[in-house]
């Protein structure tokens, strides 16, 4: 069964800092993976996705993530943080078949120190 | 462009009441999808639906009913609500084939049983 990662609950990082969240996947083939984003109070807005190619996926904000197959991971990289980026962020991975599950990790709370 | 609408955003219930949830989405998406979130747990999928009439069972579906008589809309039904629940539950809408897998998400009903 394929499961998500976030070995990090809470990250805090002071504004200007560069920024980088842990994910972990465990899937029996080759996966399709995303980076969610949800702000307070609000419904979850995609930041990026993985289809199979190029390891390194550019998103939204100035986001980045690095596929790797051998570490099974899938972190999500930010050079300069944002006060606005203070929301929770999840990973997720999907078969990519018809149905469509994604399977969530617990998130990661990024907290932004002015 | 697209939006998905959760009713109500608070609901607050009574111990063993059926409770109900309303999504209507208009990005003419054949899959719908219902989550769970908890505080610490990430989402747990409850229920799916690939199509009009269509429903499958996702990790969390019991207690839970759901049902697809539209293809825009996908209600969810808490069978008995239990005392001292609280969560949100998130409604998400994605194209059912192609190269465009990624869900998208609704704002959240917050439940609160009493």
């Known amino acids: 069964a394929q499961s998500v990662t976030q070995p990090d609950a809470r990250v805090t990082v002071s504004e200007g800092a560069s920024l980088q969240l842990r994910c972990k996947y465990s899937y029996f083939g080759t996966p399709y993976l995303f980076w969610y984003v949800q702000y307070p109070r609000q419904g979850l807005q995609l930041l990026l996705k993985y289809y199979p190619g190029d390891p390194v996926v550019q998103g939204v904000n100035g986001f980045e993530a690095e596929f790797s197959k051998s570490n099974s991971s899938f972190h999500l990289r930010k050079a300069s943080v944002h006060w606005s980026d203070w929301a929770v962020y999840f990973c997720a991975v999907s078969k990519g078949s018809a149905g469509n599950k994604l399977t969530f990790g617990i998130g990661t709370r990024v907290l932004v120190r002015p | 462009g697209g939006i998905i609408t959760q009713t109500p955003k608070f609901l607050i219930g009574q111990e063993g009441q059926k409770l109900t949830l309303k999504c209507q989405q208009n990005?003419?998406?054949?899959?719908m999808y219902w989550y769970r979130q908890d505080s610490g747990k990430g989402l747990r999928l409850i229920y799916y639906?690939?199509?009009?009439?269509?429903?499958q069972k996702g990790d969390l579906s019991e207690g839970y009913d759901a049902s697809r008589e539209k293809k825009s809309s996908f209600s969810l039904t808490v069978t008995s609500a239990q005392k001292n629940e609280m969560a949100v539950f998130l409604c998400?809408?994605?194209?059912?084939?192609?190269?465009?897998?990624?869900?998208?998400f609704g704002p959240g009903t917050r439940l609160t049983v009493l």
């Open positions: 990005f003419n998406h054949d899959t």
């Open positions: 639906s690939i199509t009009e009439n269509d429903l």
């Open positions: 998400a809408s994605s194209y059912r084939t192609g190269a465009s897998y990624e869900q998208y």
